[in-house]
Nanobody
Framework: QVQLVESGGGLVQPGGSLRLSCAAS????????IGWFRQAPGKEREGVSC????????FYADSVKGRFTISRDNARNIVYLQMTGLRPEDTAVYYC?????????????????????WGLGTQVTVSS
């Protein structure tokens, strides 16, 4: 059974850091493109970052570029999202998702509907 489980969320002050984890079971994470999405109350789900399955290319939304880093540990079957310089506008529920087959470009931050499997999310709150 395919399952994705996010963890690592919490309450952090502006400027702080968190590392989110996306643990997979039932499939190998490097067989799919993996995306991180977030959804704030009253807003649509938006793509934050994604990593391609074969060559590990990563892509970021402009709003997080330079602050967030996505990485994959194939041995542990976990994808991480390292978040630094957190801002109140980063407050949201963060989800990881798997896409197979991925698009030709490697992975997509647009169209969350193309992703096949989703975790239940982890809350990130940035507040003083």
């Amino acid at each position: 059974q395919v399952q994705l489980v996010e963890s690592g969320g919490g309450l952090v002050q502006p400027g702080g850091s968190l590392r989110l984890s996306c643990a997979a079971s039932g499939f190998a994470l490097d067989s799919d493109a993996i995306g991180w999405f977030r959804q704030a109350p009253g807003k649509e789900r938006e793509g934050v970052s994604c990593i391609s399955r074969r060559d590990g290319r990563s892509f970021y939304a402009d709003s997080v570029k330079g602050r967030f880093t996505i990485s994959r540990d194939n041995a542990r079957n976990i994808v991480y999202l390292q978040m630094t310089g957190l801002r109140p506008e980063d407050t949201a529920v963060y989800y990881c998702a798997a896409d197979n087959p991925p698009p030709p470009g490697g992975c997509s931050l647009n169209g969350p509907e193309r992703y096949d499997y989703w975790g239940l999310g982890t809350q990130v709150t940035v507040s003083s």
